[in-house]
């Protein structure tokens, strides 16, 4: 837990009533042998010096200390009190009536030091990535017999958006890379034994799934994976020796092994997480001195029953399956993890957690679960958590990334800070004067309950929180933020519409010919709105300056989804006799991703690969649809579109037949087609059509059947209860 101790007020507000140390005429004194770190802080003391007060503050050495100078002690110097030993990367901002002393603990302790006086204490700010916020003021000042000492909750703190790949973020917020303290991160089993090297010589390292050898995870009980690991690691340490944590983890997906063996110790554990922990525990045996991590996710979120992860074991237990619109603490989609939070703990104190706090699939769209990331921590840290990796877009920009960075880098340091008097302090100098529009904005948006997927979209919230009328509500707000200033915090607030504009592009895609779609009327058929591509437009070139890389986790850049738009508007909208006709399923659709249900077959829109958008998604069952023409016509052809997306387990039908009728009871069979089934890995997306001939077919109904596969390929590593989707999109009937 973080401490503030102050022998006299130290608020920045009360300081005008206590006697106060001007640092102007100090030195800046290391110690003899100064560490990388000690140097580190005391060069940014002297370079914020100069540039809140335009004064250069000469460095010494603590033996060319004269002592009647006035100094500000940087470092484990000789001068001064004892503070005691300090918890962790923890530091203490001191002073007597002349000096200054800044210490600190292990780490960047003493730079953190430095750092909290900048802000604390010069009223200087790191907002986001990029040159820091100097104060007008011109004062560098502590007050006298200061005393504030600091130390934090988490062992391992890290907020990943744009803002934290800048190094000084880092440092200024006490924040760390995953890249700086693991050797090994994430997902590692092939990292460690990777398939391309062993695979084909030694099948046996790898998971028995459907009875077969497959390269979807490790084989934990085989001696030859133990024995590779172990040499891996040996080597590993050996050039990486300042590595603090190596990562033996499940890859991402299942397939995990049956073979008899992990079979007979995952049922005797009660989780696959048995095999795991048991093999981890005596690779961790190997190197006493080292600490390994490893992965609670899907599979091995479950703790074992009986075996307890060694002492330097690190459990990371992943929060994926909650829903983000209520606290991790009381949301029942987080039941598991609470469940789990509390049987990891059972068996160890060495737990961090894996959270989530943006929308995978579509980093721009509004995502406000900015009120829980307070109390997620403090349930989080109230549980024996001591490492939060709280993951957000990345490098690439997302909605309020530089909020979300700022606010949860200084719940990762101290979780009881006050969130709402950080969030103001933010809006106001990151927005200057559109700042109270901007909190507007952001508190209007979290006024939601809807629910929040990490992995939905713009369109499953076209009804609540992201409806058209919602949407408009949200940009009149920012248009008054756009009033209330120039550059460059115009900018930002453009950079913070990105999303509003995102959500209405692609809400348009879905509703394609009716209000708020992309098309309008024309004569007997539909055109795109002659305003929709210059917007496409303008929307890339903002995403560029924003710094939007990807649109979504590994999907489309600004330039591919403007070339989406280009092929979308290239199409020219085809009218067919199926289009507005009545569509009967035998098998209802996805209530996760309904798009138009039955509609979505004849509102006359093709799906692109997004399945989330204009897909008929049918889980783990056939397509059996029946398109009422209403009345009966000549059919010459039926086509239609299946999506084979294997990433999100949708794969083309194994057979799709075609029948037709006049009555809608007796049906005659115009043709069946089947599609390739994957046998080897392969994950790329494709929109594949499917065209049936049928030479004047008098018809009322035409009865679209898509077998959907009997199971997932094994190589494809789903769990034993993930079934088959079948997605098909618009049906043509010419």
């Not at 829980?372 to 001591?386: E, G, I």
């Not at 958008?613 to 209403?630: M, P, R, S």
Request: hydrophobic fraction near 35%; charge should be neutral; include cysteine.
């Amino acid at each position: 837990m973080m401490h503030s101790l102050l022998l006299a007020l130290t608020l920045f507000s009360c300081q005008s009533t206590v006697s106060r140390i001007d640092l102007k005429k100090h030195v800046i004194v290391l110690p003899v042998e100064p560490t990388k770190n000690e140097t580190h802080a005391g060069s940014v003391l002297q370079d914020y010096v100069k540039r809140i007060s335009g004064v250069t503050l000469a460095i010494v050495k603590e033996n060319s200390y004269q002592k009647n100078q006035a100094a500000i002690f940087v470092g484990n110097t000789e001068q001064g009190v004892s503070f005691g030993k300090l918890k962790g990367e923890g530091f203490i901002i001191a002073s007597d009536a002349k000096n200054v002393y800044i210490k600190g603990g292990t780490g960047k302790g003493v730079v953190y030091g430095v750092y909290t006086l900048i802000e604390k204490y010069f009223g200087a700010r790191k907002y986001a990535e990029g040159p820091a916020f100097i104060p007008a003021s011109k004062d560098v000042s502590v007050p006298q017999q200061l005393m504030d000492k600091e130390e934090p909750t988490l062992v391992y703190r890290e907020t990943y958006y744009p803002a934290a790949f800048d190094n000084e973020f880092l440092e200024w917020h006490k924040l760390h890379r995953f890249e700086d303290l693991w050797g090994v991160w994430g997902h590692s089993f092939f990292k460690i034994v990777p398939p391309k090297t062993y695979f084909s010589a030694h099948p046996e390292y790898y998971a028995l799934v459907d009875g077969k050898r497959q390269a979807t995870q490790l084989c934990l009980s085989n001696e030859g994976v133990f024995k590779v690991t172990v040499d891996y690691l040996r080597h590993a340490i050996a050039d990486n020796p300042d590595a603090l944590y190596w990562s033996i983890a499940a890859e991402d997906g299942g397939g995990f092994c049956t073979c008899d063996q992990c079979s007979k110790v995952n049922k005797d554990e009660g989780s696959a997480a048995g095999t795991l922990i048991r093999f981890i525990n005596r690779v961790a045996a190997q190197f006493p001195d080292q600490h390994f991590t490893t992965l609670a996710y899907t599979y091995t979120a479950k703790a074992p029953l009986k075996t307890k992860p060694a002492a330097n074991v690190y459990i990371m237990l992943s929060s994926i399956d909650a829903y983000r619109q209520e606290p991790l603490s009381t949301i029942p989609s987080a039941a598991d993890f609470r469940k789990n939070l509390e049987s990891w703990g059972a068996l160890t104190d060495n737990l961090f957690v894996w959270d989530y706090t943006t929308q995978f699939t579509n980093y721009l769209a509004p995502f406000p679960d900015y009120n829980n990331l307070q109390p997620n921590l403090q349930y989080m840290t109230a549980h024996k958590v001591r490492g939060v990796f709280s993951q957000g877009s990345g490098d690439t920009y997302g909605d309020m990334g530089a909020y979300n960075a700022y606010l949860q880098a200084q719940l990762l340091w101290d979780p009881s800070v006050d969130a709402a008097a950080v969030t103001k302090d933010f809006f106001n100098g990151y927005y200057g004067k559109a700042g109270a529009a901007m909190l507007e904005y952001v508190q209007a948006l979290s006024e939601s309950k809807a629910q929040l997927d990490i992995y939905g979209n713009p369109v499953a919230s076209a009804k609540n929180y992201l409806s058209p009328e919602a949407i408009d509500k949200y940009s009149t707000i920012l248009d008054k933020a756009e009033a209330a200033v120039e550059d460059p915090y115009l900018k930002r607030v453009y950079n913070a519409r990105l999303g509003l504009e995102y959500c209405v592009l692609q809400q348009s895609r879905f509703f394609g010919t009716d209000k708020y779609g992309y098309l309008q009327a024309s004569g007997n058929g539909y055109v795109v709105n002659p305003r929709w591509p210059e917007r496409v437009k303008k929307f890339v070139a903002q995403c560029k300056v924003a710094g939007v890389k990807e649109i979504s986790e590994g999907g489309a850049s600004p330039d591919a989804y403007q070339q989406e738009w280009d092929s979308i508007f290239s199409k020219k909208w085809v009218n067919s006799l199926a289009f507005g006709a009545k569509v009967t399923l035998v098998n209802p659709p996805s209530d996760e991703y309904p798009a138009k249900r039955e509609r979505t077959l004849t509102d006359g829109l093709l799906g692109t690969k997004d399945f989330s958008i204009n897909w008929l998604f049918i889980y783990g069952k056939d397509l059996v649809a029946t398109i009422d023409l209403g009345g009966e016509k000549t059919v010459n052809t039926v086509q239609m579109n299946f999506l084979n997306d294997p990433r999100h387990y949708i794969f083309n039908p194994a057979t799709i037949t075609v029948e037709t009728s006049v009555d809608g009871v007796h049906f005659t069979p115009a043709g069946t087609q089947k599609s390739a089934f994957p046998a080897e890995e392969d994950y790329t997306t494709s929109i594949n059509t499917f065209k049936f001939g049928l030479s004047a077919v008098h018809a009322r109904y035409v009865r679209v059947t898509g077998q959907c596969q009997a199971a997932v390929p094994g190589w494809r590593g789903a769990p034993a209860t993930k079934k088959a989707s079948v997605c098909c999109d618009e049906v043509y009937v010419f």
